[in-house]
């Protein structure tokens, strides 16, 4: 349950600042300790999860 509820402020984020782009969010308390990295090409809206 914690875990969705991350991912729903993470969303949020960058729904947040979609006009920020590239804007790299690090998930503190993550099970990977991944970064998220939102970007934009050709308008659309891609999420990558770089994980270790």
Do not use: A, T
């Not at 782009?21 to 934009?40: G, T």
């Amino acid at each position: 349950m914690k875990n969705i509820y991350q991912w729903i402020n993470i969303l949020f984020l960058c729904i947040v600042f979609e006009e920020k782009i590239p804007v790299i969010f690090h998930m503190k308390d993550s099970i990977s300790r991944s970064s998220l990295l939102f970007y934009q090409e050709k308008g659309e809206r891609k999420i990558i999860l770089l994980g270790e």
